[in-house]
């Protein structure tokens, strides 16, 4: 499985941004999916993962609220919508996909990663 993002790029605080993941390669329909981010200087951080029916969402605790995460299984694809951004939320966001048989929050439990797309949050 290879994964790519898209929709990353500069936008003022307040605004919004939604992100998309597919597959460039084979099929992610059974896979639970997640997005990860990380800034420079800082570790990889947790932002939202989602059951490979799409029936269960889990969050990072600065992204409740803010962050809907969705998949569209006929798709193939996951998508991550961004709201109320924060110069804080600025980091490359990464979509993993992970095969195994929980759903959570941890980096470790992802087997599959895209390269990432630039999210810039301008103050």
């Known amino acids: 499985v290879q994964l790519k993002e898209s929709g990353g790029g500069v936008v003022q605080t307040g605004g919004d941004l939604t992100l998309l993941c597919a597959p460039s390669a084979g099929t992610v329909v059974n896979y639970h999916m997640g997005w990860f981010r990380q800034a420079p200087g800082k570790e990889r951080e947790f932002v939202a993962s989602?059951?490979?029916?799409?029936?269960?969402?889990y969050y990072g605790d600065s992204m409740k609220g803010r962050f809907t995460i969705s998949r569209d299984v006929d798709e193939d694809t996951m998508s991550l919508k961004m709201t109320n951004l924060q110069p804080e939320d600025t980091a490359v966001y990464y979509c993993a996909a992970d095969h195994s048989g929980a759903l959570t929050g941890s980096g470790d439990d992802f087997n599959y990663w895209g390269q990432g797309t630039q999210v810039t949050v301008s103050s």
């Open positions: 989602i059951s490979w029916t799409g029936r269960y969402t």
